[in-house]
Nanobody, 119 residues
């Protein structure tokens, strides 16, 4: 059993910053990729940023230059530093952890943390 818990969401004014954290725990042999997704009201869930075990990162075009994803493999934790936030960033942010399981992978999701950016 693997659990993923996010923290760090909240209310911030436009132009402000927030840092999200996500920690995975439980029976973990090895974590492959980790990432952050978000879902705004009435919209589909979308990838915000991802990072491989070797710290190769990728970002949605809408957040490039403003958000930074990083991970601490020793702590099974991934972070998302969000700067220059704007109201369009308002969404529930979900952490995704891809865990090595047998000959394949298991995707584990957190419960989500709400980020609200006021104008």
């Amino acid at each position: 059993q693997v659990q993923v818990v996010e923290s760090g969401g909240g209310l911030v004014q436009a132009g402000g910053s927030l840092r999200l954290s996500c920690a995975a725990s439980g029976r973990i042999f090895k974590i492959n990729s980790m990432g952050w997704y978000r879902q705004a009201p009435g919209k589909q869930r979308e990838l915000v940023a991802g990072v491989t075990r070797d710290s190769i990162t990728n970002y949605a075009d809408s957040v490039k230059g403003r958000f930074t994803i990083s991970r601490d493999n020793a702590k099974n934790t991934v972070y998302l530093q969000m700067n220059s936030l704007n109201p369009e960033d308002t969404a529930v942010y979900y952490c995704n952890v891809r865990v090595v399981a047998g000959v394949g992978y298991l995707d584990v999701w957190g419960q989500g943390t709400l980020v609200t950016v006021s104008s």
